[in-house]
């Protein structure tokens, strides 16, 4: 049973409450304590609830014996402290604060006592949680919401409210609300965790100010958009907003670009407005298959397709046909329009536009569509404009699952999501690891010479070191060399060849061009004598006091077709490294053309990276010059990447620019930024995405003959782990899952195969088979045959194990090499102890435990299970 399946069940499913909220017989003695009495009441909780006040000390003997799972607190801040002291001494599993407005230092007081009694704590300042299918309303957001398949998390309350309010009025219901308050324990991170495998939750929403560590929330984020859609408001996309949501929420807000590069890559939908996030989720809740962003639209006035047509530019949506039937189009014309188009290879999505016109009959239409649509094909939204005469048939179509909208531009933004879910559930996917692959890179030579640039008290290096930098990582660079005197550089630009192009080189001089650092296009000797001197005393006048090391000399680039894009890598507070990539030149702040991409980077997400910003369009066949190196481009991106991952001492690179052609891509000026770092080397620590972690694949010998591989495992192992548990006997599965379930439920496939390797590990055992193919030739194909993971407790000390292998493998010594590794992984992340529950008719697995050296004992909690322990 591993651990994030029930960490936050006392919270969230609990079977019985206590609750705080001053003398049951007396006034309340806070605003949180009425609304507490009144809502808990009125939702009708099932369960026993206790009050309780924190004078009455002659019933906590009773209680200790009858564990309560959720304590409910809602008193002045005094005796909030007094009362966390009775919910650990009663035994209680979980507490949920409401008390607001207490000081920071009241509010980490609580969170010490708290983890010594191993309570989980929601609050303090927090608005409480509704989990309606169990008519529980803990808190203040308003009243019970209706049930539904949306879980809504927020670090909001007034947002929170706001949004309950709307739902209640149109039709909406909830799995789980929780309103997150900026001193809790239990933050998103752990909230996703649960709701992730929340049978009860289709699809999660969440408004969200800033995170507090990126590594968590990226694995919460990640392994949830994953298993079910996941929608995103996120404030503070302009400064005003980023300073509001920096004092409201205590949290690290981060730059908005870079912050839309992490959702991107979380594989999760951003919205601007929260009732778009109902719209957003009631598109990916469907059954479609979107597969792009090109949207033919139907429609019955030409007035509703420009308005479409221009807000599909807008958010760059492809419009790939429009289909006017006229004034006088019924639901027969709209049901072959719509299936032309469903069947039109041209097109993704398809998008129904009605407006009224005298006589027509707007349920007719609607209901002549809902009997020919199926949610299982393309995307088709609807969108029956106007109010009076349409809302009977809209109400109709929303009853349908068909998304319906008032406006044309609120049925585009739909279809966006919609082709924005598509495109990050494939970025999602990716799971690079640290090195790209290529030639390895002189790692030790480039922290070499970052090392000697800090022991002089320099953080930025000159050109030359810069160049040096990429050259270590494999990055084509212009051939560079120093020139001291104007003799010298006469010599240099003869070897090199003319023409030359002439740089100042200074640790103190950040762009040279600004001090006229810069001169281009020289062709003779005396040029090159006469533009160093110049250089020199232009520079001198620009920033006095400047150290000069000299002047560079590099041959000028001679590509005929060549692009100038910039390559450069950020340090964003949240998020850590971040490369960007657009339009290069000396113009790059005033063009303002980038896109951002978090490391670890593949093939797949470079070129992704590549094809975003606006300079993507002249890197085609543009004005007669050949398609440029795309490939070159896309290695350059990589070979960054592994700086990224490699040197946590990176803090800015600018590469402006990188001239590419049809022969390729090469650096002509680089600048780049280090600092100190305490970072050990390959831990990777400074990511917010840890990479696949290739170091840790082995290759054994099998008992009885063969080899096979044990390796971390990635997303794409998804179809084998299913056909390892199909083919498992009834007895294993139910060893293993103590559930005799035929297969993995897809989201518990999903939860199996993405995981954040920082947290939790998963190694696969994998042979190579092979098969007689239809024409009698042989194929190779990999199967997985076993599989051991470990979960890391919420005690960060301490983790669970699980363990299976295919039965036509076992007593081949897998288990024991599986389990050796899979505690070798553990033990290097620092773990003190590992744990495992075994069904106790398991005789194999309890036999196996005691042999590598486990205690095994009763499980207090079920007499089905014993637990097996092992200190790493």
């Known amino acids: 049973m591993p651990v994030d399946r029930h960490f936050l069940t006392p919270l969230f499913q609990p079977q019985s409450i206590v609750a705080f909220a001053g003398d049951p017989q007396g006034e309340p003695p806070t605003r949180e304590a009425r609304h507490l009495r009144e809502t808990l009441v009125a939702s009708g909780f099932a369960g026993p609830v206790t009050w309780l006040d924190i004078h009455m000390t002659g019933t906590l003997a009773d209680l200790a014996h009858s564990?309560?799972?959720?304590?409910?607190?809602?008193?002045?801040?005094?005796?909030?402290?007094?009362?966390?002291?009775?919910?650990?001494?009663?035994?209680?599993?979980?507490?949920?604060?409401?008390?607001?407005?207490?000081?920071?230092?009241?509010?980490?007081?609580?969170?010490?006592?708290?983890?010594?009694?191993?309570?989980?704590?929601?609050?303090?300042?927090?608005?409480?949680?509704?989990?309606?299918?169990?008519?529980?309303?803990?808190?203040?957001?308003?009243?019970?919401?209706?049930?539904?398949?949306?879980?809504?998390?927020?670090?909001?309350?007034?947002?929170?409210?706001?949004?309950?309010?709307?739902?209640?009025?149109?039709?909406?219901?909830?799995?789980?609300?929780?309103?997150?308050?900026?001193?809790?324990?239990?933050?998103?991170?752990?909230?996703?965790?649960?709701?992730?495998?929340?049978?009860?939750?289709?699809?999660?929403?969440?408004?969200?100010?800033?995170?507090?560590?990126?590594?968590?929330?990226?694995?919460?984020?990640?392994?949830?958009?994953?298993?079910?859609?996941?929608?995103?408001?996120?404030?503070?996309?302009k400064a005003a907003g980023t300073r509001v949501a920096l004092t409201h929420s205590a949290v690290i807000v981060g730059t908005d670009d870079v912050f839309d590069a992490a959702l991107r890559r979380a594989g999760v939908v951003r919205v601007e407005q929260f009732t778009q996030l109902f719209s957003a989720a009631q598109c990916l809740a469907s059954r479609f298959r979107p597969v792009g962003n090109r949207l033919a639209i139907v429609t019955n006035g030409g007035g509703p397709a420009v308005l479409a047509a221009d807000w599909a530019d807008v958010h760059g949506v492809a419009v790939a046909q429009v289909q006017d039937l006229g004034e006088d189009a019924d639901g027969a014309a709209y049901v072959q329009a719509m299936q032309a188009r469903i069947e039109d290879q041209d097109a993704d999505g398809v998008m129904l536009v009605y407006s009224p016109k005298?006589?027509?009959?707007?349920?007719?239409?609607?209901?002549?569509?809902?009997?020919?649509?199926?949610?299982?094909t393309k995307p088709v939204l609807g969108c029956w404009m106007g109010e009076t005469s349409v809302r009977a048939a809209r109400q109709f179509l929303s009853t349908r699952q068909l998304p319906v909208f008032r406006t044309p531009e609120g049925a585009v933004d739909a279809f966006n999501n919609i082709a924005s879910f598509y495109r990050n559930q494939q970025l999602l996917q990716q799971t690079p690891p640290p090195l790209g692959g290529g030639a390895e890179p002189d790692t030790e030579g480039a922290r070499l010479l970052i090392e000697s640039v800090l022991a002089e008290r320099r953080k930025v290096l000159t050109e030359m070191e810069s160049k040096a930098l990429l050259a270590a990582f494999h990055v084509p660079v212009t051939r560079t060399m120093l020139a001291r005197s104007a003799n010298e550089a006469m010599l240099i630009a003869?070897?090199?060849?003319?023409?030359?192009?002439?740089?100042?080189?200074?640790?103190?001089?950040?762009?040279?061009?600004?001090?006229?650092?810069?001169?281009?296009?020289?062709?003779?000797?005396?040029?090159?004598?006469?533009?160093?001197?110049?250089?020199?005393?232009?520079?001198?006048?620009?920033?006095?006091?400047a150290r000069i090391n000299g002047i560079t000399i590099q041959p000028m680039a001679s590509q005929q077709h060549g692009r100038e894009v910039f390559v450069g890598l950020v340090n964003d507070e949240a998020f850590g490294p971040v490369i960007t990539f657009g339009a290069g030149g000396k113009m790059i702040e005033l063009i303002n053309d980038r896109a951002m991409e978090l490391p670890p980077l593949n093939q797949f997400l470079a070129r992704r990276l590549i094809e975003r910003p606006r300079v993507a369009a002249t890197l085609g066949e543009w004005r007669n010059a050949p398609p440029a190196d795309f490939a070159a481009l896309e290695r350059v991106l990589l070979r960054v990447s592994e700086m990224a991952c490699a040197l946590p001492q990176l803090r800015q690179m600018d590469i402006n620019p990188v001239i590419v052609d049809d022969t390729g891509a090469v650096a002509v000026d680089a600048r780049i930024v280090v600092d100190t770092s305490t970072q050990a080397p390959?831990?990777?620590?400074?990511?917010?995405?840890?990479?696949?972690?290739?170091?840790?694949?082995?290759?054994?010998?099998?008992?009885?003959?063969?080899?096979?591989?044990?390796?971390?495992?990635?997303?794409?192992?998804?179809?084998?782990?299913?056909?390892?548990?199909?083919?498992?006997?009834?007895?294993?599965?139910?060893?293993?899952?103590?559930?005799?379930?035929?297969?993995?439920?897809?989201?518990?496939?999903?939860?199996?195969?993405?995981?954040?390797?920082?947290r939790e590990m998963a190694l696969v055992a994998v042979v190579k088979e092979r098969q007689v193919a239809e024409d009698g030739g042989e194929t190779e194909t990999e199967r997985v045959i076993g599989v051991s993971r470990f979960i890391t407790n919420p005690d960060g000390e301490t983790c669970e194990f699980s363990l299976v292998v295919a039965d036509d493998f076992a007593g081949r010594g897998l288990g024991s090499r599986l389990m050796t590794s899979i505690m070798d992984a553990a033990r290097s992340k620092g773990l003190s102890t590992i744990i495992g529950l075994i069904l106790v008719n398991n005789a194999p697995m309890l036999r196996l435990m005691a042999s590598l050296g486990f205690h095994i004992a009763t499980f207090a909690e079920d007499p089905d299970f014993k637990i097996a322990t092992k200190a790493l």
């Open 494 to 545: 003869s070897q090199l060849g003319y023409p030359v192009a002439l740089k100042i080189d200074s640790p103190d001089i950040t762009h040279k061009s600004d001090v006229h650092g810069v001169t281009l296009d020289v062709h003779t000797a005396a040029q090159v004598r006469d533009r160093y001197n110049e250089m020199l005393q232009a520079v001198a006048l620009a920033q006095p006091g």
């Open 682 to 758: 390959g831990t990777y620590t400074h990511l917010a995405i840890l990479p696949y972690p290739t170091g840790q694949e082995r290759e054994w010998p099998l008992k009885g003959g063969g080899l096979y591989i044990i390796r971390p495992i990635h997303p794409d192992d998804a179809e084998m782990l299913q056909g390892l548990v199909r083919s498992l006997s009834q007895e294993s599965r139910y060893f293993r899952f103590a559930s005799a379930m035929p297969e993995l439920p897809t989201r518990m496939l999903a939860r199996f195969t993405l995981i954040d390797y920082d």
């Open 358 to 376: 005298a006589g027509g009959d707007p349920m007719a239409i609607a209901q002549a569509v809902d009997a020919a649509y199926s949610p299982t």
């Open 67 to 237: 564990r309560a799972d959720l304590a409910l607190i809602a008193l002045p801040a005094q005796d909030v402290a007094a009362a966390m002291e009775i919910v650990g001494r009663i035994r209680c599993r979980a507490a949920l604060v409401l008390s607001n407005g207490m000081p920071k230092p009241l509010c980490l007081e609580l969170q010490q006592i708290a983890r010594r009694h191993g309570v989980i704590l929601l609050g303090p300042n927090s608005l409480g949680l509704q989990r309606p299918s169990i008519k529980l309303n803990a808190g203040g957001v308003g009243p019970l919401a209706a049930p539904g398949p949306l879980a809504l998390v927020s670090q909001s309350g007034a947002l929170t409210s706001a949004m309950l309010d709307w739902a209640s009025t149109h039709g909406v219901g909830f799995s789980t609300v929780v309103s997150l308050g900026p001193n809790t324990s239990v933050g998103m991170p752990q909230v996703l965790d649960f709701l992730t495998s929340d049978a009860t939750t289709q699809s999660i929403l969440v408004y969200m100010e800033g995170i507090r560590d990126a590594r968590r929330f990226m694995s919460a984020m990640r392994a949830a958009a994953y298993a079910k859609p996941v929608v995103v408001m996120k404030s503070g996309r």
